[in-house]
């Protein structure tokens, strides 16, 4: 049997199902093996790999997950494409596939229950992700605390660009604070729209976190942070002072200047010319001011 991921065989599941796409649940489904080929490669499967994939569509992606790891968990929103996938799947009885949302759904236990309680502790995260919904989903995955060795995924170029960007420049944002926090991140390669069917409106990405062992700066406590780093970049032209004073109130204003000198960071700069350290260091700095 030929791989789901052909037009010729993806057309005819589509139609054997009568399955019509969902624009609004982001359903661009992958047409192109060397594409999967190269997905599933970036995330250096082996014989032991538990995968988790957000979306699995009618498997294309599974499939190739499938053919190297030890068990595939797939997380499907769309009730439509549940018998699809019992059929797509049926010669690959390792994959399990979830229906709910991926925003709802308690992944902690689901990763748990699939995965740890079954020895497979090398897991990495492998999805062409629902674009409207990529930033959740990512922050949700990173903020689960659970061990991922890594994720790959393809997401919107523009956000990738994203990821990995430096302090300065246009795409640096509290995403890429909270990405760079807890992953090393990179842009693995970029995916024409052709590859895709329907085919989406922007260019993609696949993008590789690995995960860190440990956080890329030690923060006295975490959500502050993101509070912070978020606050900073609310209004990207105005100076750090004047968006952390809308934060955090304008009768602090005095008090959170002299903190910034005490971190030693001019109240005068722009949030997004901050690294990870002066975060790190600011939102230290100014925690008396949590919720003062
Ligand atoms: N993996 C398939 C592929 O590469 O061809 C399909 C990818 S398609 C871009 C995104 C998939 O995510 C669709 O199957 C869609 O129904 C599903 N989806 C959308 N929102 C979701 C959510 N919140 N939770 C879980 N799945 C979702």
Redesign the pocket.
């Known amino acids: 049997m030929k791989d789901i991921?052909t037009i010729q065989r993806t057309k005819s599941i589509l139609e054997r199902h009568g399955f019509s796409f969902?624009k609004s649940?982001?359903?661009?489904?992958?047409i192109d093996l060397n594409i999967l080929n190269k997905i599933v490669d970036a995330a250096e499967l082996g014989e032991a790999s538990g995968v988790l994939?957000?979306?699995?569509?009618?498997?294309?992606?599974?499939e190739q997950s499938a053919k190297r790891a030890k068990k595939v968990v797939a997380?499907?929103?769309?009730q439509r494409?549940l018998p699809i996938l019992e059929d797509t799947m049926s010669p690959y009885p390792h994959v399990h596939v979830i229906h709910?949302?991926?925003?709802e759904l308690d992944i902690q236990s689901i990763v748990e229950r699939e995965f740890f309680s079954q020895g497979i502790e090398d897991i990495s995260v492998v999805?062409?992700?629902?674009?409207?919904?990529t930033t959740p989903?990512i922050m949700r995955l990173l903020e689960s605390q659970i061990k991922f060795r890594s994720l790959v995924m393809?997401i919107q170029k523009e956000v990738a660009e994203r990821i990995g960007a430096k302090p300065g420049t246009k795409a640096y944002g509290s995403l890429s604070i909270a990405i760079q926090y807890y992953a090393e991140a990179n842009v693995s390669f970029i995916v024409p729209k052709s590859v895709f069917m329907p085919a989406p409106n922007v260019d993609s990405a696949v993008i590789t976190l690995k995960m860190r062992p440990k956080p890329a700066v030690d923060v006295k406590d975490e959500a502050f942070f993101f509070e912070i780093a978020r606050a900073s970049f609310a209004q990207r032209r105005k100076t750090i002072l004047n968006n952390l004073t809308n934060h955090l109130g304008k009768d602090k204003k005095m008090e959170i200047e002299r903190l910034l000198g005490e971190a030693e960071i001019d109240p005068k700069r722009r949030g997004e010319t901050l690294s990870l350290e002066e975060f790190a260091r600011l939102a230290d700095t100014i925690l008396p001011l949590k919720n003062s």
Do not use: C, H, R, W
Request: glycine share 14%; charged share 15%; net charge negative.
């Open positions: 991921a969902k649940l982001g359903q661009n489904f992958l994939e957000i979306g699995p569509g009618i498997g294309s992606l599974t997380l499907e929103i769309d494409l709910g949302d991926a925003l999805a062409n992700l629902p674009y409207y919904v989903i393809m």
